[in-house]
Each structure stands twice: as structure tokens, then as C-alpha cells.
């Protein structure tokens, strides 16, 4: 079994023919199988419930939030990690915040120090990571598919400095430069999976952010193909943000009336994926009667908990363990330039594993291996 593989085991944790899979948590069961390893999976992306409640600037003078006080550090120079956030906030319950976390999560078992500078207009990427290579930083993350050319420059003109790109494909490896993406196809093909199954109207929709940005893109073919999989009948309603970079995943009211229009169509089962955008889709169709709903990136049960009257699953990216990981290979001098391939899952189904049955888990379970054995065509990438 490969290390693919064995991340990917992990998803189906919940599903009972795949219980005992990948997983190192003491958890408790949380289902008749045992949905631990799932859980601990999903556990590590969580927020920690400590996130900045302003605007994610510190109030000193250099526009950075401090994880600690400069004038009280050792003589030695402690570690530093600068995070950049696309234009979406750092609190974004979604994929700055997950981002986030696994810088914190790094700094605390290194006794690093981490800051973040938000991201208010595209224009700003460079400038922003200019502020931490200013301030000496060690490792820098920058957060999403747009800030991937500015952060190969700065790379390439850096090369002291380490640099995490989470979304960024790597066309051309930098030593120090890693790529944190993901098979969201995969993950988008797993909820879709479930959605073909749980639909009753036999119409899904997806609320989405840009079409500018690949991974979005993957998602949204993963879920229409996954959903098709399992139900040939089902129709599928998916909208992208009409928007660009620095609109198309901060906007929840889009995200809410896009949500009302599909379910007006009579999708039962919508997916949200596009930051606050998506998270506003969901917040709207758990107001409503008789539809699911699903989240993206990280286990929005935990993040986004005015959805959980529809939440039935989210598709995840590990991005959390995903940059811890890459910053403490960073520090320890293990670092490799290149792509890394992070880990995708479905979420716990929470308050609705008893509308998961059994026939449904075993389904997943054989998608799971098809996936696994590159015998199942997600749509991603095209042609």
C-alpha cells in the first residue's frame, strides 16, 4: 500500500468495511464500525477556537499579527513562520483558517514564532510577502492558487527562505519551494458518491467559488461525476462565482441566494465550496426544510456550526497537518522543493450516520478502491 493510499484509507474510516484503517487515534468510536481514524483525521484540520477576532493585524507598526512579543524573545533567534492568506480572511472557517491552524499547530510543537498578513486586494500578494522576507522570516505559506506566481519570484529571488505554496501545482521544482495540493477530484467524487445515493428529487447542485482557480474546478467535476456514479438519473445544477480572485470567495450573500435559486430548482442536496461564499450557501439551506448540505476543505461540522441542521458531510483537504507538516520539515532541514501531495477525506456524517446505510458505506467503499486503483474517471483533469 502506498502512502496515497494509506492517506486516502483514512477517509472511509467512517465506513464500516474500512474501519481499522490508517488510524493511530485513541477516540472513541463514533460508529457501529469505528469512525475513529476518520475523526482523528479530521480532528488535526479543526480550528482550535483561537482565531484573531479583528482584522488579523497586530497593533504594532509592521501589519502583522504577533504570535508572541518581539521585545521579550531569547538572545536566540526563534524560528519564524509568516503565513499570507488569499483574499479571504484568516478566519475564513475554511481554507486560509485550516491553513492557519497548521502553521500554529507547527509554531507551538517547535517553539516557533507564526504571524499572518491578510490579503485585502490581489494586487497586494507581492507586497505582503515582501513584508515577511523584510522581516526575516524562515518559512513563508501563501494560501491559494492566485498567489502562486508571486511566491515562485519570490522564491527564486530567496533563496534562504523556505516557502510553502498550499494550491500551487509546481510546474518546475525550487529546492525551496513546495507545492501542498491535493486529488480534490477524489474527495469531490466521494461526497458526489454520497449525494447520488441521499438525493430524492434526483437534482444536486454546487455553490462554487471561481472557475479561475483549478482546484475549485476539480471539486465541482469530482462531485458531478461522483454523483452520476452511483445515481445515472440524477441532474446537477453547478454555479461558479461570476467574479474574480478578490471577490469570488468572500461573498455569502451570492453564496446564499445561488443556494436558494438551486433548491427553487430542486436540488435536495447542494455543495458548498468557495470560502466564505460556499459557507453562506450552507448557512442558507440550513434554514430551509428538507435539503443536506455538504462542506469543503476542512470538517465545516466543526467550523461552520449554523450548518449543521443540513451538514452531512464535507469533502476535506487536510490542508492543517498538511503545512504542519512541511514546516517542521522546513526546520529540521528535511525540506524538499516540488509538489507534496496532502490528504483528502469525507467527514464524519455526524448527526446524520443513521441515514447512511449500510448498502450506502459499502458503496464508498468499493468507490474508495476504484478510486484507489485508477479505475474510476473523476472528470479531473479533462480530456
Not at 522581516?135 to 516557502?163: E, K, Y
Request: aromatic share 8%; with cysteine; proline share 4%.
Amino acid at each position: 500500500m502506498t502512502a496515497f493510499t494509506r492517506r486516502l484509507a483514512m477517509v472511509l474510516a467512517v465506513v464500516s468495511m474500512l474501519a481499522a484503517a490508517c488510524s493511530g487515534s485513541d477516540e472513541p468510536e463514533t460508529t457501529e464500525a469505528a469512525a475513529a481514524a476518520t475523526t482523528a483525521a479530521a480532528a488535526a484540520d479543526e480550528p482550535s477556537g483561537d482565531m484573531d477576532d479583528g482584522d488579523g493585524m497586530d497593533d504594532g507598526d509592521d501589519g502583522m499579527d504577533d504570535g508572541g512579543d518581539m521585545d521579550e524573545m531569547d538572545d536566540a533567534e526563534p524560528f519564524k513562520i509568516g503565513l499570507v492568506t488569499d483574499t479571504g480572511k484568516v478566519d475564513d472557517k475554511s481554507f486560509n483558517q485550516s491553513a492557519w491552524e497548521g502553521a500554529e499547530q507547527a509554531a507551538a510543537a517547535l517553539g516557533a514564532e507564526a504571524n499572518y498578513i491578510e490579503t485585502e486586494e490581489a494586487k497586494d500578494y507581492e507586497n505582503n510577502i515582501g513584508l515577511f522576507i523584510d522581516d526575516g522570516v524562515d518559512v513563508i505559506i501563501t494560501v491559494g492558487f492566485g498567489l502562486g506566481d508571486a511566491t515562485i519570484a519570490a522564491a527564486q529571488a530567496n533563496p534562504d527562505i523556505f516557502f510553502i505554496g498550499v494550491d500551487q501545482f509546481q510546474a518546475e521544482a525550487l529546492p525551496n519551494l513546495a507545492g501542498l495540493i491535493f486529488p480534490e477530484d477524489q474527495s469531490g467524487f466521494l461526497a458526489g458518491a454520497l449525494a447520488g445515493m441521499l438525493t430524492e428529487s434526483n437534482i444536486v447542485g454546487a455553490v462554487l467559488g471561481t472557475d479561475l482557480v483549478p482546484p475549485v474546478v476539480a471539486f465541482k467535476e469530482g462531485w458531478e461525476h461522483g454523483a452520476r456514479y452511483t445515481n445515472p438519473d440524477v441532474q446537477t445544477i453547478s454555479t461558479y462565482h461570476p467574479g474574480g480572485l478578490d471577490v469570488a470567495f468572500g461573498d455569502p450573500d451570492w453564496g446564499a441566494a445561488t443556494a436558494r435559486q438551486a433548491l427553487d430548482q430542486g436540488a435536495d442536496i447542494i455543495f458548498g465550496a468557495g470560502g466564505a461564499t460556499g459557507n453562506g450557501a450552507l448557512i442558507e439551506i440550513a434554514s430551509q426544510e428538507g435539503a443536506y448540505c455538504v462542506g469543503v476543505d476542512t470538517d465545516q461540522w466543526n467550523t461552520v456550526p449554523e450548518a449543521r441542521p443540513c451538514l452531512v458531510t464535507s469533502a476535506m483537504k487536510l490542508i492543517t497537518p498538511g503545512v504542519a507538516d512541511l514546516i517542521a520539515q522546513a526546520q529540521s532541514g528535511d525540506f524538499a522543493g516540488g509538489n507534496y501531495l496532502g490528504e483528502v477525506g469525507l467527514a464524519p456524517f455526524h448527526d446524520f450516520d443513521d441515514i447512511v446505510t449500510d448498502d450506502m458505506r459499502a458503496t464508498l467503499a468499493d468507490v474508495l478502491a476504484g478510486l484507489n486503483a485508477g479505475e474510476i474517471d473523476t472528470g479531473w483533469p479533462p480530456g
